[in-house]
Structures are given as structure tokens and as C-alpha cells.
């Protein structure tokens, strides 16, 4: 079968829809998902003057999204965000619960999740330039909730919620979105393969 044939038979589908199907495999993936973000949170770098720490959880929850889908993807996301309001310890750095500044980003990864398994499954994670797109408009997504949160529940102007929340993220979201233009295009190619 030639890379044409699979890639046309492979349209409407994400990655974790290569792995054979089953309700069993759709709750592995999902849970694997909540932990994957859960694990990445704790990669956190303190920014200064600013509430929300650099941390993997974005890039995590952005992956889960796109591999797993729309409905998967949210899924996936909802369990990390419901068991840490419940107490789990793995939001960034350790917490756990709503009452943080930062918790915004959490229900903007959620949103960010469904768009960007959405544009998954229509193929944009098959090119490094359309990965770069889908990664960039997620991360949009995100602060566009996460940003006005984080003024709400710290009181903070617009424009200090901007330069606090946003501002000192972008270099490491040109990072991930670059990381994932690699990684996910790579690997359709390695699945187109078998």
C-alpha cells in the first residue's frame, strides 16, 4: 500500500486511534492522559513576580488533546482537573485544588483540548507547519481563559494579569509548539511505516 493510500485511509483519525479499539484501551488512554499532565505540572519553574510557574502542564495537555482526540482528549483533561479539586497533589508544584490564581489555565486546557483534538482529527498534526498552527491556537485558547482568571482571583489589572500570566510564557510555548512540530508529524511517519 503506498503512503498515499495510508495516509487517505488513515483521514478522521487520531493516533490513539491506531491502537486497536475497546473500551478498555479508551479508559487506559484517558487516565494515561490525567497522569501524563498530572507528571508534566510538576516540571515547574518559578517565574518571578508572577503567581503561575513555567511548567510542562500545557504542552501535556496539549499532546493528550491532540493524540486522543476531542472527546477523549476532554475527558482525559476533565479527570486531571476533577481529581485535583478532589485533593490529588499534582496541579503545578504539588497543589491541588480551585483556590489558586492559576487554576484558569486548568479549565483553559480543557477548551484548548476539544479545538485542538478537533483539528487532530481533521489532520493537522501530519505537518510540522500545521502542528505548529493547532499548538499555537491551543495555547491561545488557554490564556485566553487563563489570563482574565488569574486578574479575577488576584485583582490585578488587565494589563499586569498580561505581563504576569502571559508574557513571560511565550518563549517556552515557541519551544513546545517547536518540540511538538517535530514530534507528532514524526510520528504518523513511523506509523505510516508499518
Do not use: C, H
Not at 154 to 163: D, F, K, L, P, W
Request: glycine fraction near 12%; charged fraction near 10%; avoid cysteine.
Amino acid at each position: 500500500m503506498s503512503t498515499a493510500t495510508v495516509t487517505s485511509a488513515r483521514s478522521g483519525q487520531v493516533l490513539a486511534d491506531l491502537v486497536p479499539a475497546s473500551r478498555v484501551r479508551d479508559a487506559a488512554l484517558v487516565l494515561g492522559g490525567a497522569a501524563l499532565t498530572g507528571l508534566a505540572a510538576q516540571i515547574a519553574v518559578p517565574v518571578p513576580g508572577s503567581p503561575v510557574p513555567v511548567t510542562g502542564q500545557t504542552f501535556a495537555a496539549l499532546l493528550v488533546g491532540t493524540t486522543l482526540g476531542a472527546r477523549r482528549g476532554f475527558v482525559s483533561l476533565a479527570v486531571y482537573a476533577l481529581a485535583g479539586m478532589a485533593g490529588v497533589p499534582w496541579f503545578a508544584e504539588g497543589t491541588s485544588g480551585m483556590g489558586m490564581p492559576s487554576f484558569g489555565y486548568i479549565l483553559g486546557m480543557l477548551l484548548a483540548s476539544v479545538v485542538v483534538g478537533a483539528l487532530a482529527r481533521r489532520g493537522a498534526d501530519r505537518s510540522a507547519w500545521r502542528t505548529a498552527g493547532t499548538m499555537v491556537l491551543g495555547s491561545a485558547i488557554i490564556y485566553a481563559v487563563g489570563v482574565p482568571y488569574l486578574a479575577l482571583a488576584t485583582g490585578m489589572s488587565a494589563s499586569a494579569a498580561i505581563a504576569a500570566g502571559l508574557t513571560p510564557f511565550l518563549i517556552g510555548d515557541a519551544l513546545k509548539a517547536a518540540l511538538a512540530m517535530g514530534l507528532l508529524p514524526t510520528a504518523w511517519k513511523l506509523a505510516d511505516k508499518r
